[in-house]
């Protein structure tokens, strides 16, 4: 299609410039006709393009509120629901360092974050609850995603070790939430913040989500 286009600029532009007049009228209704045909048949690429270009941070900073106090208070719940049901949950909030590699390793759910729907991903019975869940903004990127181990806690298990990977690679912040000891930690920046009271946690995910270090 890009070779027809080519090719009807080219005989346009020999067609104005021998002036025949018919000719060119009917090469205009071409080219309008083709860039029609060419919105139809690649629609679904058109719109994962314009997709992907509105969730561009920098477009995001001009037409986007964010997210504060009421996503603080969303995971807060979300993680002391988790913890009251011992279920195993990591949790990953990303901040200016992009994690869409991780994200593509889970299932993609593009979905507005809730905190019922945060349980639902981690309980027992649900595919997804051995993976990590990936958060941007005030949406559920991806649930199921794998992430880096960290070697720096040695004696914790894989979950504490996702969530301490991811954050010495990037500005993310981990929650993880144990269903052994029905405990809930943070990691940020390559260090744990573990066992967690609810006063604690949130003014740590008050201090770390959604502020310009």
Known sequence: MVYALFFIFILSFIV???DLRALGVILDSLKAVWVVVFVILFQPEIRNALGRFGRMRFLKSFFQESPKEDIILILARAGEELKKRRLGALIVIEQEIGLREFAETGIRLEAKINP?????IF?????LHDGACIISNDTIIAA???LPLSDNIPGK???HRAGLGITEISDAVAIIVSEERGEISLAYKGELFPALKE?????LMA???FTQK
Request: with cysteine.
């Open 116 to 120: 019922l729907l945060l349980v639902s």
């Open 199 to 203: 006063a604690t946690y949130r003014s």
């Open 123 to 127: 309980a027992h019975s649900s595919p």
């Open 16 to 18: 104005r410039s021998l």
């Open 157 to 159: 298990g894989m979950r």
């Open 207 to 209: 201090k770390f989500l």
């Open 144 to 146: 199921g995603c794998t």
